[in-house]
């Protein structure tokens, strides 16, 4: 039996990882998956890579091809979902912030540098015209600790996915002022060099199982009451989230959604010039 520690957000995206590792499938196969949450997100999943503490995770697109760039020692080896993340863009609900166009000069609270959290303001500065080497950051952890930095002022805008953050928007503890979809496809599967040196044939099958949950997922009519309640979400709300998501049906690696991305944070300062885009991935 070959272990395979898998790392993720707690969030209603990473709902299939679970459904397969419940399935059985993968024990049959030879696979004992285990499965972290990870509430720093993707630079906190790159951090664990680095560490010997994952050997595969689901991370933002943008942020997994920067950790790359940086000598990150995991390949993509395929997308995850087919679709973009729209990100929300929060203040805290007493700001006196009342438009976007008004943030650009505050304080950004982020999970950590790397994450998408981090990244996102750069690509949603540049869409607007913004200088991006003003761009102010505090670094809070995680959702609660942007719920802290709120609460004693240490930061003013915050960018996380906006229906994890709607029961805080509904409360009234944030102001959600604006939106930003990722112009990609938003999450991917990564394991680590020596996952894949070792490995990579139960990758491959870890891979083809979720994304058989995934599309089972889909296709229940259930579906909807099903993340609802597994996630603490309202069901008009995944209504609305299942309308424009999709997750991939089976291992694919878009390169050129990759080679798009790439020159993209190469724009934006994030990735060194002579980074190339074929250095992110591994064909399984």
Known sequence: MIRLRIGGVPEHYNLPWHLARQSGALQAQGIKPEWTDFYEGTGGMIQAIKNDELDVAILLTEGAISGISRSANYKIVSFYT???????????????????????????????????????????????????????????????????????????????????????????????????????????????????????????????????????????????DIIAKQFDLQPEDVAAWLSYTKWCKQIELKQDVVAETTATLKDLGLVHQKFKAEDCYYQL
């Open 82 to 224: 087919d679709s973009p993340i729209i990100w929300g863009i929060h203040v805290p609900a007493d700001s006196d912030i009342t438009d976007v166009n008004e943030i650009y000069h505050h304080r950004y609270a982020i999970s950590r540098y790397g994450s998408g959290s981090h990244l996102m303001p750069y690509v949603h500065a540049r869409q607007e015209n913004w200088p991006v080497h003003k761009l102010q950051f505090r670094v809070i952890n995680n959702l609660d600790g942007a719920r802290m930095a709120f609460r004693e002022d240490q930061a003013d805008v915050f960018f996380w996915e906006k229906f994890t953050t709607k029961p805080y928007v509904d409360s009234g503890e944030f102001r959600r002022i604006g939106e930003c979809p990722t112009p990609w496809s938003c999450f991917v599967v990564v394991a680590s060099h020596q996952t894949l040196t070792l490995h990579a044939d139960k990758v491959k099958k870890l891979l083809e199982e979720t994304f058989k949950q995934a599309q089972q997922l889909y296709h229940n009519t259930n579906r909807i």
